[in-house]
């Protein structure tokens, strides 16, 4: 499926994906000049549920962090499950957080 990219909306501290006229969201924390950013709730409109838009909205997120040598520190559970599936990210996981992601 094709997606447009995302956005980073700062003034609302949100990520956003648009899709078939709808908007998912990505809210997140960051204290200004911090390079920890919060990920905090994920918001995916009925419409385009069940369409892969959270994914790729979070993996685009985490693309994101990752080019901005940001950490993240993972709130939402949507967040969290993808970063289980997705090893690859680990590295991007603030050190407060990553005792849940290590085994």
Do not use: W
Not at 89 to 99: A, L, P, Q
């Amino acid at each position: 499926m094709s997606f447009e990219p995302m956005h980073q909306n700062v003034e609302k501290s949100q990520f956003e994906l648009n899709h078939k006229g709808h908007t998912a969201l990505l809210l997140y924390k960051q204290n200004k000049g911090s390079k920890r950013i919060y990920l905090v709730h994920t918001e995916v409109p009925e419409a385009i549920q069940n369409e892969g838009v959270g994914q790729q909205l979070v993996k685009e997120a985490l693309d994101f962090i990752v080019q901005n040598e940001l950490k993240v520190v993972p709130l939402c559970p949507l967040v969290i499950a993808y970063l289980k599936r997705h090893p690859a990210y680990h590295g991007v996981i603030d050190e407060s957080s990553k005792k849940d992601f290590v085994r």
